[in-house]
């Protein structure tokens, strides 16, 4: 069936061009459709009972992770110009689409800063520096607000921006900072932007950057390695076309079916550009293989390379598709989706080599090139070692592995969420800066809930007792993350009791409370919920490892054992759950590589039949997964979503070159070679092309390298060395393995 199938291909190879085309130009229409989505949401795990809490939050307090914060360093603090520009400058941000709400020194609510500071616009307004540092001392001191817009030594000022709900897009959120960033240009200081909002904006601009950017250097790199091996312009264009063609069926399939473009499923293209290449490879390599041999018939030698080729990268092809279909066991929406559309990507791209490749081929007769196979030479000096000297390609892995297994116990899940960012990068510096100046810019809620019980207690959010556990709640916070801030009802009271204390009034504690609350909107911070049962202590915390979360966690929950029987303590907010999030899709991404390597051994078995083969197999694709975890150890690289996902991805990929070997090693012994001859005829033939794959695959993922957004550039570097690695092992310890090993043959 097969044979007459790519026969049909071969005599009509016009046809099939054709047909590819018009398939590519169908899943290419639906490529409008595409819609991207990079809602950090979409990474919750919503089996974590701690999301539905966050939901919870978020429908009674609104977002807590909406803030724009605007920092400022005037180069005269005393100059009267400036604050006139300033005031102007918040007057046009207000008036901007989108904008929710603004806090800033002009936001006292008890003073008119115009008439305290003169009139802004009048040239002859007396301005003196000492008047002017008392009313900076004097907004500094409210406790609701100057903590959080001006700095202690007051050469720091803030603008907290808050942004709508429906305007908290990406899209949305990218022309709203530019906006406001135009507003600042010729004003004389150093504006810093910084906040949850801004982080979110340029991790996203990095994923689409780092999307678009890199595909280009790729496919060049990949043109001048595929130039220098075949030296033929088809058999350049073959396999880029290949992938090329992909990528289109891949985002039309996605247009197609509704699934977006998301944090997770933007690199799905460049992977695809890299990974989607060695099929085509292979079948030109083999192709030049069987034409050498035979050059009288063209079409003779193509239906023999597709017949000896089609069921191996069919097999390669379903092994790299399980370890991304692994990750489909996770909870995560978006991770499950990553997993469908690179293994199908993947499929996609086997079955679009073994229709272009040869029809192509065919089509422009193009037979007879020279081919470079660069690595020959040492391949051959290995056939001939590595069977003289066996024992000693199995001991040196053997002793790194040794190694690797000493040090994996050192390896961290320990990671915050500003690992993504370099310490250089300018963005990571305004976080660091706004941290040591104003507190944290991390989202962290503290909700205390009165629950209603039997013990004829009546109590509510806003009683004076409540009130004090959220004062030595934020007395807590506060000695335990230093450079972060919190805001109460209690700052709003203290607030209250001084401006009473300016205007002479005199209304109690209790009265002011009310009157704060009753007072209280979405549009402002609400505090308190509507029916009174929960109080709020919201706060911007500096980053945190998730270690260091967990032990903060552990002290809260001691702290809520001690509160009265019908009062809970429950802490909330984006940062608790992305880094809870974190860990979970860790131990997914794991768990997934554990099922990947169960269902491709199954794979290894049944087509081999043999228990010593799949024990080889086995060995040779665990050992850099040792080796890389080791290497992580020692290099003090956490694991991360990022590193974890390179596994399950990079042993999908590893085994392929296993498979290959074994595959051409079982040709050959059905030859009636000896081992040894099987073993020297697969290391000089296959392993020219296990090589050049793996060039091409180090080198596609080793561009991602120059990625300034550290989660790619891990992602590049991890692939790239366990990759490489496994071509190392598939070349020196499975060949060894297969010749000291007792009945190490295949039926």
Known sequence: MINSFFKHIIDNPKRTLIALFVITIIFASFIPKLKIDFTIEHLFSESDPSIEEYWSFREIFGREDNVITIIYKPNDIYDKSFYADLEEIIFSIEDLNGIQGIVSIFSLSDIDLNAWLGDLNDPESSWKEAEIREKLSYIRGDPSVGPRVLSKDFNYGSIIVSIDNEFNNHNSRTALLKDIKSLTIGIDADWIYSGVSVLRTEYVGYMLRDNFLFLPPIALLLIGILSFIFRNRVYVFLPLLTVLITVIWILGFMGMTGLDINIMTYIVPTLLFIIGIGDAIHIQARFKENITIDPSDPKKAMLKTMNQMFRVIFLTSVTTSIGFLALMTTSIEIVKEFGL????????????????????????????????????????????????????????????????????????????????????????????????????????????????NNNGLNLSAIDMEILKLSKDLEYFLKNELPNSRFFSLNNLLESAKRIQKNNNERLSDENLIKEIVNNQSMEDLKLVSEDKSILRLTGLIEDKTSDEMKVLYAKLDSIGSEFPENVKLEYTGTTMVALKTNDYLVQALVNSLGLALFFISLIMAYIFRANSILFISLVTNLVPIFTILGLLAWLGISIRPPTAMTFAVALGIAVDDSLHFLLRYKKELSKGMSRLEAIQSTIINTGSALMITTTVLVAGFSVLLFSAFLPTYQFGLLAAAMIGTALICDLTLLPALCLVLPNAKIK
């Open 341 to 452: 559309e690179i293994s199908a990507g993947v499929m996609m791209a086997w079955l679009v080599s073994s229709l272009l490749v040869p029809s192509g081929i065919i089509y422009t007769k193009q037979y007879k090139t020279e081919t470079r196979f660069p690595f020959r030479s040492f391949l051959v000096w290995l056939s001939n070692t590595i069977p003289n000297k066996p024992w000693a390609f199995i001991i040196v892995p053997s002793l790194i592995v040794s190694i690797s297994l000493f040090k994996i116990k050192d390896v961290s899940t320990n990671s915050s969420l500003m690992d993504d960012l370099r310490p250089q990068n300018k963005l990571y510096q305004d976080l660091k800066l706004t941290e040591k100046y104003f507190g944290g810019v991390l989202p962290f809620e503290i909700l205390i809930k009165i629950v209603n």
